[in-house]
């Protein structure tokens, strides 16, 4: 008797959490989208801080001193790098979400910021500085071409 009841109560969840499941997805469906932010701050607040971090971790600095490697030298460096990155990636969904999104380009660039974000996180989880200097390379030029057609489109 117990095992049968305790059969028919797992039953139970298992058919109130797929009920619940769909329930949510429909509702997630017609759920307005809420963003606290706007594009401006999305990318001064969060966008560049963390495009900052990735490209002061790359490359070298020549000085009366020497050479200085910016790549990390601690896990926790590197650590900081996939995290920036991870960050970037989904600013790049965040931007083509229907508060941020635009016409024109503005999609593509923003899933072009989402890729290269993606393999900035595989470079920092393999500690590859020299990918981490390329694909931050890859960044910035996906940085200019959106800020050439939306921040500054007077000047193309």
């Not at 049968?4 to 058919?15: D, E, K, N, Q």
């Not at 020299?130 to 057609?149: E, K, P, R, S």
């Amino acid at each position: 008797m117990i095992g049968s009841l305790t059969r028919m109560l797992t039953g139970l969840m298992i058919y109130s959490a797929v009920l619940a499941a769909h329930g949510c997805a429909e509702e997630s469906d017609s759920a307005s989208y809420n963003s606290v932010i706007d594009s401006k701050q999305l990318m001064n607040w969060i966008v560049d801080p963390n495009a900052d971090l990735i490209w002061a971790s790359a490359g070298t600095i020549s000085t009366l001193e020497g050479v200085q490697d910016l790549a990390p030298t601690t896990q926790e460096g590197w650590d900081a790098v996939r995290n920036s990155a991870a960050t970037l990636a989904e600013a790049g969904n965040l931007l083509m979400a229907p508060y941020h999104s635009r016409e024109g380009d503005w999609n593509e660039i923003a899933l072009g910021l989402t890729n290269t974000a993606a393999l900035l996180i595989e470079a920092a989880e393999n500690k590859n500085d020299q990918q981490i200097f390329d694909y931050g390379g890859q960044l910035y030029n996906v940085c200019v071409a959106c800020h050439q057609i939306y921040l500054y489109p007077e000047e193309v």
